[in-house]
């Protein structure tokens, strides 16, 4: 039986607004856009995403937030290249992340990689509110909750 949040069963529930990347997409009504990541990606193919995220933040006018699922990642197949593009994503991301995310709820499947995530974010943390889960179900409890508490 699938979870009542699942994304698949998110996706039957309610219409999705149009996507502006492949990975992404954003439910109806609510400004509330999950992320859901490949086994693996190509550079290009990252790089494409954090553009289309960048392009997103700077003509959004509402408060947002981020379910990212990246339980099919695989991590050998993620690079030092990739991780760099993704910490360049944030970098040049800052400002409009400090003014319109609210929040990110991270859900990876092994306590090594939520380790790895908690102790990067200890040494760097977001500006934004986050929470790392391994229960997707948790995950969009807490970011619906982070977007009800903002407006």
């Not at 290009?44 to 947002?64: K, Y």
Request: glycine share 2%.
């Amino acid at each position: 039986m699938q979870s009542a949040r699942d994304p698949t069963t998110l996706m039957e529930m309610r219409p999705l607004a149009p996507s502006f990347h492949s990975w992404v997409r954003k439910l109806d009504g609510i400004e509330l856009y999950v992320h859901t990541f490949p086994a693996a990606a190509t550079d290009d193919e990252i790089l494409g995403f954090c553009a289309a995220c960048v392009e997103r933040s700077r003509v959004t006018t509402a408060p947002f937030v981020v379910v990212a699922d990246s339980r099919l990642i695989d991590p050998l197949r993620f690079n030092a290249k990739q991780r760099k593009i993704l910490a360049d994503f944030q970098v040049e991301n800052h400002a409009a992340d400090k003014l319109w995310c609210r929040g990110v709820a991270l859900v990876l499947n092994t306590p090594l990689q939520r380790g790895a995530l908690t102790a990067l974010y200890w040494v760097k943390p977001p500006v934004y509110d986050y929470v790392i889960e391994a229960d997707l179900d948790r995950a969009y409890d807490w970011a619906t909750a982070r977007l009800t508490s903002s407006s």
